[in-house]
């Protein structure tokens, strides 16, 4: 949705482009729905918004950013190091019956307060305006370029704010794939710094 935004905004929006990813959308939907038409109502079933602790993954999550945040009053300037929440964290500490056991080591479900854990207010801060300049680049970038590179770019960019979603529920920055996409992204930004922006595809 937000691609389609973009591409509105700009003037850009063809039907002809639309109806093939629409169609091939549904198609893959039909596919996958018998799969989890199943596993989704199950995963549900056990959640009660009057009271969060019913759901062991909720329960389980709350509990260790509730750690976490401990941890954080306790060294809030630097953190406590790289991947260092186990440390601190111990299954045993909670009642039976908690998701948690001595064979799963403890991960904070959410990127900033995982970032501010180990690395502090200082290593959030870092991360923010890394985050920051890049996103100031890449507005630059996409201004200046036009047809497939500026599509290029754009499409990266929704990745990342993809990533940006779902990392306050997941834990990724310690994976590959996240720093991979925001150095694709990074390179895109230099090689239209450095080359004229209304061919640098065709010259590809």
């Not at 973009?6 to 109806?19: D, E, S, T």
């Not at 111990?90 to 056991?101: S, T, V």
């Not at 799963?104 to 991360?127: E, Q």
């Not at 300049?133 to 500026?150: E, K, M, N, P």
């Amino acid at each position: 949705l937000l691609v389609l935004w973009i591409a509105q905004k700009k003037g850009r929006l063809r039907l002809r482009g639309v109806v093939p990813l629409f169609v091939g959308l549904s198609v893959l939907l039909l596919a996958v729905s018998p799969l989890v038409v199943d596993l989704i109502p199950e995963r549900f079933r056990t959640i009660d918004l009057s009271d969060i602790s019913s759901d062991n993954t909720t329960w389980e999550r709350l509990a260790q950013m509730a750690v976490a945040v401990e941890d954080v009053q306790a060294h809030p300037l630097l953190g406590t190091g790289t991947a260092s929440f186990h440390l601190f964290y111990d299954p045993d500490d909670f009642p039976e019956g908690f998701a948690g056991d001595a064979d799963k080591p403890g991960w904070i479900s959410n990127t900033p307060l995982r970032i501010l854990h180990d690395t502090g207010v200082i290593g959030l801060v870092c991360f923010l305006l890394f985050l920051a300049f890049l996103l100031v680049a890449v507005r630059a970038s996409v201004r200046s370029a036009t047809g497939q590179t500026a599509g290029f770019v754009t499409a990266l960019l929704v990745g990342s704010a993809l990533y940006a979603i779902t990392f306050q529920a997941t834990e990724a920055t310690m994976l590959a794939f996240t720093w991979i996409h925001v150095g694709l992204l990074a390179a895109s930004v230099s090689i239209l710094q450095e080359e004229p922006p209304d061919d640098p595809c065709a010259s590809a």
